[in-house]
């Protein structure tokens, strides 16, 4: 909900699917139903690894976007996917790493640059997922979409 209403400017987070695997309480599946721009995906997979407010929170976070989504022409721009993640060692938290499918790995830092590295952190892997696997928990949008919704008179009537 918190990242929905940092970005509520944005179309982007209006409609974030959460799913939980089935069989698990830590496994979880994010969807966008407005597909970001790949800067604020890479904004949002930043958040999610470093939550406002929450201390000592040490997840998993992969995120995978299609190349044919991207309008600019990036040096990573390769193949159908790239993953992006945040790097063991990130001290900065403000830029996150991405793999294609290639294995080259680059930092993308959000200042707006990108860089090459001369090392592979992570090799890219596609990370199946089934969503006959997963239950759907919620939907969530930016609270003033929300507000905005609930303010329809349930007694109003045409």
Same mark, same amino acid.
Request: aromatic share 18%; proline share 3%; no cysteine.
């Given at each position: ?5 940092? @970005?509520?400017?944005?179309?982007? $987070? ?10 698990? =309480?830590? /496994?979880?599946?994010?969807?966008? =139903? ?10 949002? $997979?930043?958040?999610?690894? @470093? ?17 044919? *989504?991207?309008?600019?022409? @990036? ?6 996917? !790239? ?5 063991? =060692?990130?001290? &900065?938290?403000?830029? $996150?790493? !991405? ?13 707006? /640059? $990108? ?9 890219? &892997? ?14 969530? @949008? ?5 507000? *905005? ?10």
């Amino acid at each position: 909900m918190n990242l929905a209403n940092l @970005y509520a400017n944005t179309e982007f $987070v209006r409609g974030i699917q959460l799913f939980r695997k089935k069989g698990t =309480t830590d /496994s979880f599946l994010i969807l966008f =139903t407005n597909t970001p721009d790949i800067e604020r995906f890479n904004y949002f $997979v930043n958040y999610i690894e @470093y939550p406002i407010g929450l201390e000592n929170h040490s997840p998993f976070t992969r995120g995978f976007y299609r190349t044919d *989504q991207i309008d600019k022409n @990036y040096d990573f721009k390769n193949g159908d996917w !790239i993953m992006v993640f945040i790097s063991k =060692t990130d001290k &900065e938290y403000d830029n $996150v790493h !991405i793999t294609n499918s290639s294995n080259r790995n680059f930092v993308f830092d959000f200042g707006g /640059s $990108v860089k090459a590295l001369n090392l592979i952190e992570e090799k890219f &892997e596609l990370i199946a997922t089934d969503i006959e696997n997963y239950n759907h928990i919620i939907d969530i @949008y930016p609270s003033k979409d929300f507000e *905005q919704k609930n303010l329809k008179s349930w007694w109003k009537f045409w």
